[in-house]
């Protein structure tokens, strides 16, 4: 089971906000990771500064809250590695025929009100929610 912890919901979806918020701002561009990991992969885009300095900011949180707090993140993973990798392959199938992952259209494109994003959200909240009562309830994984 998942435990809730709004106060750090809130915090993380405002950092991601506001983070999405100064990219485009900034440079123009939508945070989409996996548009931002892609420029990052043969054949390499020639804006690979920034995208190397987005991802690491996106993936250090839990060291930079051990640097400042002194206690690490506790994480725990009840899903076995071969079930990571399944789930991030038919993820990456999905990204590549929805033209976009959930933060390039959840976070940047519903909110320009694209009507795209928002037909592509409700798609990916859609399959999320099957997708884990059948596996949750039906096939008692997990």
Not at 12 to 24: E, P
Not at 89 to 104: K, R
Request: proline share 5%.
């Amino acid at each position: 089971m998942t435990e809730f912890t709004p106060v750090e919901a809130i915090i993380g979806g405002g950092l991601i906000g506001i983070a999405s918020v100064l990219l485009m701002g900034l440079h123009g561009r939508i945070a989409g990771m996996t548009g931002i990991l892609a420029g990052l992969l043969p054949p390499f885009s020639a804006d690979k500064g920034w995208r190397a300095a987005f991802l690491l900011g996106a993936i250090s949180g839990p060291l930079a809250i051990f640097l400042i707090s002194g206690t690490p993140v506790d994480f725990q993973n009840p899903v076995p590695v071969w079930a990571m990798i399944l789930g991030g392959v038919i993820v990456g199938i999905g990204v590549n025929y929805g033209s976009g992952c959930t933060s390039g259209h959840g976070v940047c494109g519903m909110a320009r009100f694209s009507i795209r994003s928002i037909a592509a959200t409700a798609t990916f909240m859609l399959s999320t929610f099957i997708t884990v009562y059948v596996v949750r309830h039906i096939l008692g994984v997990f």
